[in-house]
């Protein structure tokens, strides 16, 4: 199972696309949005979101997903639920986007809500922990917490897209950096092809 939070940054579409790819190969997939990533959600998609499931509102509206069935979420402030425990058996979470305020509390060990719980316990547990950081430029205190994070184990993923695939929109550019992540997660993917193939 594979964790994708999206917090209050902007770019939730990279988040959305990897999870579309993730339950189209197969995967289980559970999804954590930030309260703050809602209202950005609506004003990067131009739609208004409904309900208690925001992201799985998202997928259905979008139609892109495969099968839901593989599909669960959970409100950032659930600790009952079992990504909260080093005993629950995820492979990997990936924040993207990750805002400067999430990363600070992942690198502090600021576990206030089940995203940074769950990244909490991906580091100590020794499990991939992707965070793609929103933001530019960077601060000194953000550089300074992307280098905490990657010493306690986290892998920082900026989403600077490959211009070598020679991308023809924005869909194009998310589809590259959705594809990087695939990659560092060890999964196929077909979204852009590797340099040189």
Known sequence: MIIVAITGASGPILGI????????SGETVTGIPSRGSIGIMEYELSFSITGKSPLTY????RGTAADLKNFKEY???DFQASCASGSSDFEAIVVA???MKSL????????????TRACDVALKEKRKCLIMPRETPFNLIHIENMKKAALAGALIVPPVPGFYTKPQTADDIVDFI????????????????????
């Open 17 to 24: 696309r990897l999870i579309e790819e993730l339950l189209r």
């Open 58 to 61: 998202v997928l259905e509206k």
């Open 75 to 77: 409100d950032e402030k």
């Open 97 to 99: 986007p990750c805002s």
């Open 104 to 115: 600070s509390a992942i690198a502090n060990g600021y576990a206030d809500n089940l995203i």
């Open 178 to 197: 959705t594809g990087k992540i695939l990659n560092l997660l060890g999964k196929r993917q077909e979204l852009f092809k590797s340099w040189g193939e």
